[in-house]
């Protein structure tokens, strides 16, 4: 799982916060997510916006696990209009990635790397069998019922409202809830996009921003944070 989705295999976590003029002129601050001091009480700093009705989560935090606070933290995304989809000459684009326009309208934060194993642990108690442990690596090797289960985790560990029920017909999301969340397909395209478009996130050539068994040597993943 991701705090932002990049890597191998892994998924995003986001939550929505406030997008009036006040935050927008607060941007460059926000995105520099100040670090939160390791404590005992595994609490995220809250992001609350004065005037705003939109939902808010923290913009950074920590999480106290056996071995103390595991800290991560988050990038401010504001709303903005992008095509989404791949342009019809790109290589190996695919026949569903058609170009078209998508607005979004509200803010949100995503994390700046994938979710480490460190963090995983703290929340979670245990990890998933993986062949490359580390605290600062990314946690592998997980489904998407498991990212599901540590979001709410993650949420219920912080004070924040769980965005995921389970019933009969399976698992809903509750838009109205402050808690962490997967990212829709278009939030995690704008966002890896940053105002850009390149085939890969920062360039057109994969071994210049990506890790991969091209490039890797099969050493796998490498530190995140």
Known sequence: VVLALVGMGGAALVFFGGSNDKDKAKD????????????????????????????TGPASGSSSGGDGAIEYFTERITPGTFV???PYDELNRQSDEVPHTVHLTKAFHIGRSEVTQGLWQSVMGTLPNWDYPGNSK???????????????????????????????????WDRSANGWRLPTEAEWEYS?????????????????????KSNSGRRGPKNVM
Not at 192 to 212: K, M, N, P
């Open 192 to 212: 890896a996009r940053g105002g850009e478009y390149y085939i890969y996130a920062g360039s057109d050539s994969l071994s210049q921003v990506g890790w991969s």
């Open 28 to 55: 460059d601050d926000d995105r520099r997510s100040s670090r939160t001091k390791s404590g005992a009480t595994g609490t995220a700093t809250s992001s609350q916006s004065a005037g705003s009705s939109d939902k």
């Open 138 to 172: 990314p946690v592998q090797g997980v489904s998407w019922n498991d990212a599901i289960n540590f979001a709410n985790a993650l949420s219920r560990q912080e004070g924040l409202t769980p965005a995921y029920t389970r019933g009969s017909s399976g698992w809903s």
């Open 84 to 86: 989404m989809g791949a």
